[in-house]
């Protein structure tokens, strides 16, 4: 069964930064892409970032140059560094996997997903 088990969030005040963490287990992830996405307060789930077999990425504009994805496949694990935050980075950001060689930014497209941990970003 595969679980997906986020940690590292927590609440900073703005212009911190917070390192998240994702633990996969279950089966192997190595040719899938891992990614993260974030639900803010009111509204719906949104692409953050993703990162594919190879090492390419994709983000969404509103974190380009702020966060950066990354991945160890032998340790099944996928990471999301989080610089320069914003009171609008305040969410709760979930880990996901798709089972692709792509990577996308539709939530429907990933086929496993964690609980989720909470960011709050304090002005």
């Known amino acids: 069964q595969v679980q997906l088990v986020e940690s590292g969030g927590g609440t900073v005040h703005t212009g911190g930064s917070l390192r998240l963490s994702c633990a996969a287990s279950?089966?192997?992830?190595?040719?899938?892409?891992m990614g993260w996405f974030r639900q803010p307060p009111g509204h719906e789930r949104e692409f953050v970032a993703g990162?594919?077999?190879?090492?390419?990425?994709l983000y969404a504009d509103s974190v380009k140059g702020r966060f950066t994805i990354s991945r160890d496949n032998a340790k099944n694990t996928v990471a999301l560094q989080m610089s320069s935050l914003k009171p609008e980075d305040t969410a709760v950001y979930y880990c996901a996997v798709d089972r692709s060689f792509d990577i996308v930014s539709t939530f429907p497209s990933y086929d496993d997903w964690g609980k989720g941990t909470q960011v709050t970003v304090s002005s």
């Open positions: 279950g089966r192997t992830f190595d040719t899938d892409v």
């Open positions: 990162i594919n077999w190879n090492g390419d990425t």
